[in-house]
């Protein structure tokens, strides 16, 4: 009860400063879901088409995502110095897994007879790709996206350790001196920021399942 | 290069050791985690009322700064790998839950009304449609949690709990560039070879009537 | 609906970076600090000295990892001032010795110098006090053995168990194996983990003694008696900031300024400003302003 107390106090004296932390984290882990998309689904289709690339990526990304947090932020610091940039890569690099690992396992599951009457429709392979392949697969992949997404905003706690702020700095400055109260005030905005963009997330993905809707009415 | 094989051919027993310590932490936290998460990922997909809910509270656990749920945990379980084991259990679950739920909600349709009008029960149709036809998204979802899982439990050592963790750490400290390394590497090593059965897991369960539509 | 959602996001995004890139700008001193409440509080110590008694304007940037985040971001002219660095730290990490002299003058001399070679640094004389380990216990272990010094724990050190920071097994010089041979004697059970979270665990019983860092507030917090270093066997290592050479170069005066808190705070001050910050929660860049105005190290 004390620290619910004295959390909220932390909350009342420094809420200037947790919603400009609350931004900072918003902003880079969003960056860094965005470039992973952007990197993760088509490497992922990559996978698809060739069964020794696909085992490369794979291992790749398993070994990106094992390095540690430190390490990793040194490695990119050398290339990007303290701030943003050096963060958000890589948070980026340790979102990567669910997103490949998903879009990777839905494109695969995707029923071979659609494609084969794809395939008869005269469609290329692009077509079959964008048409029916992405589509079908849509609900899966975008699983992979809302987890990578809560991984990210979780683990975006790391970017005080090369200065870009963020909440993981109330949280640290909590650890650091055993305040559970400053650990919480940097948590709970966090965690509502988790609920929130899911909750944003699983509107995207009922347009998603509409489409997946009326191709399975279509097929 | 050579001091890094020296330091290797020095400590190869306390390496061997917090490798060992890392893969049954690793795997007991995320077979744990499955018996908990498949399961409640197929009941969540019969009571879509109370889904936001539990994958609500399993998105939170997410977010909370491993050092404070594990300073959470010393008052419950004092130090050591127990509560690691437990903060890597929690962690482990949003995958598996989500990738069930979704890969169980996405079965055609038109296949549980056939199977239905077959005269299945319920739990024939989990048994025999459901869970055949999503049992790759689940595993997919498995063998995520399972590299996360490898990689997370570098925290154990942040609560006396060994691991390959304790290279990194104690590396880290004391610049030891073949310390950090040699934790790194291991870890990598042990993810890959995780994945590499965690596949052949996937490759046994799916249903041989998807393995042959594939083939064609 | 989905493309709606897509604009919000990228006009978020682009707002975002340009005010990342938009304050990052002009002729700032840049001070890099780890999250700890000592270097924040010296941090902000050193920008308001610098501030209060030069036209130079500073940025603290926070947080940071660990020291060879530090050491890095300071190599690649991201920060031009280090806070705090810890002489015995140093030694090890940065200039990556393991045997060392335990003289904190010649320790001293050593990374002074080493600094400037490898990395043109200078290496300011110090704030006046010492980080270094120290052995404590439970107040009611303390009482119940009549623990005083180090030497006393012989006798009980097979039943109790110790916690540690998780790189202090390891260290080379003054670490674990030199301990044993230098004291003659070993602990029951020995757990590396977080310093953070020893604390915790010496709250719950987990572990009995707790090797702490001696400007620690948390001593007095969780009621851990300190134990005398009898042997001497912890070098009194020394806290200074650090700067870049082409910095001083560029601005002659933030030598002298920075010089004004040169043995200005002894190990006994440090504890306490960090015991306002840990324990009282007072805001760290007003710790740093009453210190310096108490001192007349700044004016109102």
């Known amino acids: 009860m004390d620290l619910l107390i004295g959390t909220l106090g932390v909350f009342a004296s420094s809420w200037k400063q947790l919603l400009a932390f609350t931004g900072e984290h918003l902003f880079m882990s969003a960056s860094a879901i965005l470039i992973a998309i952007a990197a993760g689904v088509p490497l992922a289709v990559w996978m698809t088409r060739n069964q020794r690339v696909a085992f490369l990526i794979q291992t790749t990304i398993n070994a990106i995502q094992t390095i540690p947090t430190i390490s990793l932020l040194l490695i990119v610091m050398i290339f990007l110095g303290l701030g943003y940039g ?9 979102s990567l897994l669910p997103i490949v690992q998903n879009t990777y396992a839905g494109l695969e599951n995707v029923n071979k007879n659609l494609i084969e009457a794809g395939t008869g429709m005269g469609m290329t392979k692009l077509q079959l790709l964008t048409k029916v392949k992405i589509p079908l697969a849509m609900p899966i992949i975008l699983t992979g996206i809302r987890v990578a997404t809560v991984v990210s905003i979780g683990a975006a706690t790391m970017a005080t350790f090369v200065g870009a702020g963020g909440l993981g700095e109330m949280i640290m400055r909590g650890i650091v001196t055993t305040d559970d109260q400053k650990v919480l005030a940097g948590a709970i905005p966090a965690a509502l920021l988790v609920i929130l963009v899911d909750l944003i997330l699983g509107k995207i993905e009922k347009r998603a399942n509409f489409r997946l809707q009326t191709a399975k009415a279509q097929k | 290069m050579s001091e890094f094989i020296q330091f290797l051919t020095d400590r190869y027993d306390l390496v061997l050791k917090l490798l060992w310590e890392h893969s049954y932490i690793s795997l007991i936290a995320v077979a744990g985690g499955f018996l908990i998460a498949v399961p409640l990922g197929i009941l969540l997909t019969r009571t879509e009322k109370i889904n936001t809910y539990v994958i609500g509270f399993v998105n939170i656990l997410q977010t909370i700064p491993s050092l404070a749920l594990l300073g959470l945990m010393i008052p419950l379980l004092g130090i050591g790998a127990v509560p690691a084991i437990v903060a890597l259990f929690l962690y482990s679950l949003l995958p598996m839950l989500r990738n069930t739920y979704t ?23 989990l048994w025999k449609i459901e869970l055949p036809m999503a049992i790759s998204i689940i595993m997919g979802g498995f063998r995520t949690a399972t590299i996360y899982t490898i990689s997370w439990a570098t925290l154990a050592a942040v609560i006396g709990g060994g691991g390959l963790g304790y290279l990194v750490f104690t590396g880290l400290g004391l610049a030891n560039d073949n310390m950090m390394i040699t934790g790194a590497l291991a870890t990598a090593m042990l993810a890959t070879i995780a994945d590499l059965l965690t596949r052949n897991i996937q490759k046994m369960c799916t249903p041989k009537g998807l393995k042959i539509k594939r083939a064609n | 609906m989905i493309k709606g959602n897509w604009i919000k996001a990228l006009i978020i995004t682009g707002l975002s970076l340009l005010l990342a890139t938009g304050c990052s700008s002009g002729d700032v001193v840049k001070i890099g600090h780890q999250p700890t409440s000592e270097q924040t509080i010296l941090a902000h110590m050193l920008k308001q000295v610098i501030e209060g008694n030069s036209d130079l304007k500073t940025e603290l940037v926070g947080g940071l990892g660990a020291t060879p985040v530090v050491l890095k971001a300071m190599q690649n002219n991201d920060i031009q001032i280090s806070a705090v660095r810890y002489v015995g730290t140093d030694i090890t990490s940065s200039l990556g010795l393991e045997e060392f002299s335990k003289d904190p003058q010649e320790a001293f001399d050593l990374v002074k110098n080493g600094v400037a070679e490898k990395f043109d640094q200078l290496w300011f004389p ?93 001593l007095k917090e969780y009621n851990l008696v300190t134990l005398e270093d009898d042997k001497h066997f912890f070098p009194p290592y020394g806290a200074s900031p650090v700067v870049r050479n082409d910095t001083l170069k560029k601005y002659p005066q933030l030598e002298e300024v920075i010089n004004k808190l040169t043995g200005k705070i002894d190990t006994q001050t440090m504890t306490a400003l960090n015991y306002q910050a840990d324990i009282e929660k007072k805001d760290p860049a007003a710790i740093a302003r009453e210190f310096l105005l108490e001192h007349g190290l700044i004016q109102k």
Do not use: C
Request: net charge negative; proline share 2%; hydrophobic share 40%.
């Open chain 1, 86 to 94: 050096t963060a958000i890569t890589a948070l980026a690099l340790y």
């Open chain 2, 103 to 125: 890969g169980i909600r996405e079965v055609d349709p038109a296949l549980i009304e056939a199977a239905r009008g077959m005269g299945m029960t319920s739990f024939q149709i």
């Open chain 3, 126 to 218: 110090s704030y006046g006090f010492e980080n270094t380990y120290v052995f404590t216990v439970r107040k009611e272990l303390a009482d119940k053995y009549n623990l005083q010094k180090i030497s006393d724990l012989a006798a009980h050190a097979k039943e109790l168990s110790l916690g540690t920071d998780s790189s202090w097994l390891e260290r080379p010089n003054d670490g674990y194996q030199a301990f044993i041979q230098e004291y003659g004697f070993q602990f029951g059970k020995t757990t590396p983990m977080d310093i953070g979270l020893v604390y915790k665990a010496v709250d719950t019983k987990e572990v009995d003694i707790v090797l702490a860092y001696s400007t620690d507030s948390r």
